[in-house]
């Protein structure tokens, strides 16, 4: 992939993000992508050099997706999700549930990959190359915050927490 190249088309007017491949298999193995019409976020591979296995239980595994970004707009950032099917079938989860990139990061995305199974269940093991977790833009909002001594709308709700509209 030459650089300024682009790994799919946008839609007009689509954010443009800069994507930098750190990881050369992955012009192999296939660069991260949006794998239907109407998919949400894009696939990342598992830049590994040898298979891992995750025991039920073990501490959290670091592993890199090959790339890194630059979203540079601050309206932007991007969260690092699981695969459905690999949490569901295997128990493979985030050690940190969800990742969030902010838009000034630019060093490696890293996935703290971690195996919820229970207790002697099989391992978890990721291939090199294999699709494992999930990487999805969101709108980011920064509101400004007025210090108040009483809000000044009241609310059906009001303080009420924990169970309290009966789920």
């Excluded at 190249?5 to 007017?13: D, I, L, V």
């Excluded at 969260?79 to 838009?103: A, E, Q």
């Excluded at 099989?122 to 969101?138: D, K």
Aim: hydrophobic share 45%; charged share 15%.
């Amino acid at each position: 992939m030459k650089p300024h190249e682009q790994t799919s088309p946008a839609p007009a007017g689509a954010p443009q993000i800069e994507l930098r491949m750190l990881d050369p298999r992955l012009l192999d193995w296939g660069m991260p992508a949006y794998h239907s019409p109407m998919a949400a976020a894009i696939d990342l591979r598992a830049c590994l050099d040898s298979s891992l296995s995750l025991p039920p239980g073990a501490a959290p595994v670091l592993v890199s997706a090959g790339i890194a970004l630059h979203i540079a707009d601050p309206g932007l950032a991007a969260l690092i999700l699981p695969r459905s099917g690999l949490g569901h079938r295997k128990g493979l989860v985030l050690g940190n549930l969800v990742g969030l990139i902010d838009p000034d990061y630019t060093g490696p995305i890293l996935v703290s990959a971690w195996n919820r199974a229970a207790p002697g269940s099989a391992p978890i093991v990721i291939e090199p190359g294999e699709r494992f977790a999930q990487l999805m833009f969101v709108p980011v909002l920064r509101p400004a915050f007025t210090v108040v001594r009483d809000f000044t709308a009241p609310t059906a709700r009001g303080t009420q927490g924990f169970g309290s509209t009966g789920s």
